[in-house]
């Protein structure tokens, strides 16, 4: 199993542009997350999805953030208009609780935004 | 709201030593704990958790965990510490549906 995978890596932008994060959750997982880390403020929940559904994006800072979960497959975090304060590690995970009751979650490797 | 403190930064021990990694939680309802181990450059991995039973939780590498309902604690432990132990630690909490609430993470460096 190749686990979550996000990509980019490493992600370097102007303020003002528009960055798209994206990530492969673990076949057959019906949960999929978003956190940023930031040293100032830790590690946040921005959004999840159940069965590629949005459940609670109470998490998103602002309108600038939008995420998508099209097929079970792929999931998309989008910000547009970047800005410095978005500079953070952005992660991903996926979870497989069918009844609910698992949380265990399993990450992905991050994404580096770097906005200048 | 669900929450978790931390309240050590910084956790510093040689190894071979036992290590505690010391967490609280505020919970209302029965708590179901977590922890998970984050590497260099790399996203969270999880180690244990605490839904319901045993007060003792064993986990991955040698990790164990003890909780303790009189004093809202889920401390992480392990008998002989490595190096390789180094790492960010983050105890987390269920803080809603399938949503858990992290800790500020305590950083573990284990001395040769």
């Known amino acids: 199993d190749a686990g979550v995978i996000q990509s980019p890596r490493h992600e370097v932008t102007e303020m003002g542009q528009e960055v798209t994060l994206r990530c492969k959750p673990i076949?057959?997982?019906?949960?999929l997350f978003w956190y940023r880390q930031t040293m100032m403020r830790g590690l946040e929940l921005l959004i999840y999805?159940?069965?590629?559904?949005?459940?609670?994006d109470s998490g998103m800072p602002e309108d600038r953030f939008s995420a998508k979960m099209p097929n079970a497959s792929f999931s998309t975090l989008k910000i547009q208009p970047s800005e410095p304060r978005d500079s953070a590690v952005y992660f991903c995970?996926?979870?497989?609780?069918?009844?609910?009751?698992?949380?265990?979650?399993?990450f992905g490797p991050g994404t580096r935004l770097t906005v200048t | 709201a669900q929450s978790v403190a931390q309240p050590e930064d910084q956790v510093n021990v040689a190894e071979g030593n036992p290590l505690t990694v010391k967490c609280t939680y505020s919970?209302?309802?029965?708590?179901?704990l977590f922890w998970y181990v984050q590497y260099p450059n790399r996203g969270l991995q999880f180690l244990l958790k605490?839904?319901?039973?045993?007060?003792l939780v064993k986990g991955s590498y040698g990790f164990e965990a003890e909780f303790n309902k009189s004093q809202t604690s889920f401390h992480l432990k392990k008998p002989s510490a490595l190096v390789s132990d180094s790492a960010l630690y983050f105890c987390?909490?269920?803080?809603?549906?399938?949503?858990?609430?992290f800790g500020t993470g305590t950083r573990l460096l284990v001395s040769p």
């Open positions: 995970a996926s979870s497989f609780s069918p009844s609910g009751t698992s949380y265990e979650q399993y």
């Open positions: 076949s057959g997982h019906d949960y």
């Open positions: 999805f159940n069965n590629n559904v949005p459940i609670d």
């Open positions: 919970v209302s309802g029965n708590p179901y």
């Open positions: 605490y839904i319901t039973g045993d007060n």
């Open positions: 987390a909490v269920r803080g809603g549906f399938q949503k858990l609430v």
